[in-house]
């Protein structure tokens, strides 16, 4: 049984910083593509970023430069560094596994970013 489990969200102000995290469990994670998706009140949900089994990695324009996601195939873990973080990046944040033919998702966590 897949489960993704992010955690690491929470209240800050802009200019901060933030580092998300997410556990996998029930899949061969070192082999795996991974990504990090948000959805903002009103809007839908859009990738943040994305890592493959080989550590390349591929940002939206909106983040390029702030944030950085990573992987630790040792703890089945996927981070997203999140740094000089803005009002417009408030949103719940997602971590994602879309093998063939399926898509799973992580519970979610809410990141809120304060002017």
């Known amino acids: 049984q897949v489960q993704l489990v992010e955690s690491g969200g929470g209240l800050v102000q802009a200019g901060g910083s933030l580092r998300l995290s997410c556990v996998a469990s029930?899949?061969?994670?070192?082999?795996?593509?991974m990504g990090w998706y948000r959805q903002a009140p009103g809007k839908q949900r859009e990738l943040v970023a994305g890592?493959?089994?080989?550590?390349?990695?591929n940002y939206a324009d909106s983040v390029k430069g702030r944030f950085t996601i990573s992987r630790d195939n040792a703890k089945n873990t996927v981070y997203l560094q999140m740094n000089s973080l803005k009002p417009e990046d408030t949103a719940v944040y997602y971590c994602?596994?879309?093998?063939?033919?399926?898509?799973?998702w992580g519970q979610g966590t809410q990141v809120t970013v304060s002017s």
């Open positions: 029930g899949i061969l994670f070192r082999l795996v593509n």
């Open positions: 994602n596994y879309r093998p063939v033919l399926n898509n799973y």
């Open positions: 890592i493959d089994s080989s550590g390349n990695t």
